[in-house]
């Protein structure tokens, strides 16, 4: 089965709309890549692949840290800002991430983080799975020197 992009938006879309405080929602791969996003106000200008990537580094190191203490699972990250809030989830081999207003209800943000990284996992595994975990095995970098210039 083909998945696209607008599997994940509607879930998104669904996040972004369970939260008045919830202003943005990214979810990125392990290596930071941007898979989808939903903002409420487009005006705001964000880099969004910056701020996937930073908060997919953020997170991912904090698991490596919690593994290294030997203390579990790592559930959410969450940096607390004066103008706002980044919460950041796994979702299988992606991260959720959240960036909301600075009094958003935190039971409800751990609510939503934690359903729909369980819906987004089982879509997220399958759509990371189509793509070739071998792209470029058996490139040979060599052969770039054997190209003449025109």
Known sequence: MALSTKSFNVILSKIIKSESGIKK???VDR??????HVSKFSYIPMD??????????????SEEQGRNLE???LQIVTSEFEGGKIFAASCGKGVLCLISDVDVNLGLIRL???????????ILDEF????????????????????SPN
């Open 71 to 73: 203390l579990g699972a």
């Open 112 to 122: 939503v983080l934690k359903r729909s990284g369980d819906e987004l996992r089982n």
């Open 128 to 147: 990371l799975s189509e793509m070739p975990e071998d792209i470029g095995a058996g490139l040979d970098l060599s052969d770039l020197d054997k190209i």
């Open 25 to 27: 929602v990214i979810l």
């Open 31 to 36: 290596t930071g890549l941007t898979i989808a």
């Open 48 to 61: 969004v692949d910056g701020i996937g990537a930073i908060a997919s580094a953020v997170f991912c190191a």
